[in-house]
């Protein structure tokens, strides 16, 4: 499909809801996608990006950096507490902050180095225990404990479950957000985001209708 179609129908999608484009940020997911795809992709002057391997980001990023020093890169997959002192030092956000620990984690790397990435914290919006989250009633206190760590949360991040209806879920996301005084709404892929900015969601994370189908045979 490619990044100017998705640009289009984001477009269309902001217009429809009645926001304005500045309102909706598109991250393109470059997670085991060929150097090549992802280059054309910054060329093309596109400069957010998704990762959900540390290890890949600080494999191509650092260096990209240098030739391209307005890309921001934000971690979409789950974080391992102890890569927390290098998401701290790659990642302009991170979208999948969800249990105590790795907060202290963070915490203590924010404290070192005077740094805080925008954090979202990831909410398993449909109680599926094989994913990752935040349990939807452990929100509230979760988010007031990570102000008192001095953690600039920004934001909340969901998957809805596979096959279902998602609007429902990203409608109760926002819900969620807007109790806790929080904007960011970290939502919608490729299938989805359509209604995701429909429901008020400020970041959509798209891949493969950007960049092509990913062959993890050769990642």
Known sequence: MGLHEIEARIEKAVQDAGRDRCEVQLIAVSKVQPDTRVKAVLEAGHRLFGENYVQEAQGKWPAWREDYPDVRVDMIGPLQSNKAKLAVELFDAIHTLDRMSLAKKLAAQVQSRGRCPDLFVQVNIGREP?????????????????????????????????????????????????????????????????QAIAAGATHVRVGSAIFGARDYGHA
Do not use: H, W
């Open 130 to 194: 094989q994913k990752a989250g935040l349990m939807p009633e452990a929100l509230d206190e979760f988010v007031s404990d990570m102000r008192a760590m001095d953690l600039q949360i920004v934001g909340l991040m969901c998957i809805p479950p596979e096959g279902a209806d998602p609007r429902p879920y990203f409608d109760t996301l926002a819900e969620m957000a807007a109790r806790n005084a929080l904007k960011g709404l970290s939502m919608g892929m490729s299938s989805d985001f359509e």
